[in-house]
Structures are given as structure tokens and as C-alpha cells.
């Protein structure tokens, strides 16, 4: 599976990123996909996960304030972040949940 996140960026508190993840080898709409989020010197987490029937849920830290969401005619996921916060500063991936080997992700920094 290849996995290509792109749309982070530096950005001040209260703003908004959208990511994306180009998805090869695999049909991503057949799949459970998800964002993760690896902030500095932890561990990596997942923060956004939608299924097959396009139910999402999403970690407590970004609830309300991420949307996960895909295109199933360009195998792309998306994850709109608004109102972003300083503990939101980390490098971002996507993935199928349970995860394949890891892409590349994209860094978001969130500057106070």
C-alpha cells in the first residue's frame, strides 16, 4: 500500500489545514481508513478513523474541531482540521486501521 499525505504547514492558533492522502494499491471506500498524528517525542496515535459504511469517530482532543471524510473516485482521504490548537502541532498519516508499514506523512505545526 502507498500512502501520501500533503497538506500541512506552519499556522497560528484558531486556523485551519486540510489535509489529504493519496491512496495506491488499495480501494480506500473497501477499507477502514484513518489519520494519525505523531506529536514530538510520542508515541503515534490515531485521532480520525471512518469505516466502510462511512461511520466516523474521531479522539476526544479533536472531537468537533477534525473532520475525516474521502473521495472515492480519486482513492483520497481528507482530514479538515479547524480551530487548531498548539497540542495539534505533530506529523500527520494516514492509514487503513489495523496499519500497513508507514507512508509519509505531513507535518503540521501550530504556532501560539
Known amino acids: 500500500v502507498q500512502l501520501q499525505a500533503s497538506g500541512g504547514g506552519l499556522v497560528q492558533v484558531g486556523e485551519s489545514l486540510r489535509l489529504s492522502c493519496v491512496v495506491s494499491?488499495?480501494?480506500?471506500?473497501?477499507?477502514?481508513m484513518a489519520w494519525y498524528r505523531q506529536a514530538p517525542g510520542k508515541t503515534r496515535k490515531m485521532v480520525a478513523r471512518?469505516?466502510?459504511?462511512?461511520?466516523?469517530t474521531y479522539a476526544d482532543s479533536v472531537q468537533g474541531r477534525f473532520t475525516i471524510s474521502r473521495d472515492t473516485a480519486k482513492n483520497t482521504l481528507y482530514l479538515q482540521m479547524d480551530s487548531l490548537k498548539p497540542e495539534d502541532t505533530g506529523v500527520y498519516y494516514c492509514?487503513?486501521?489495523?496499519?500497513?508499514?508507514w507512508g509519509q506523512g505531513t507535518l503540521v505545526t501550530v504556532s501560539s
Open positions: 471512518i469505516n466502510i459504511g462511512d461511520f466516523t
Open positions: 494499491e488499495i480501494i480506500i471506500s473497501l477499507n477502514v
Open positions: 492509514n487503513r486501521d489495523p496499519p500497513d508499514p
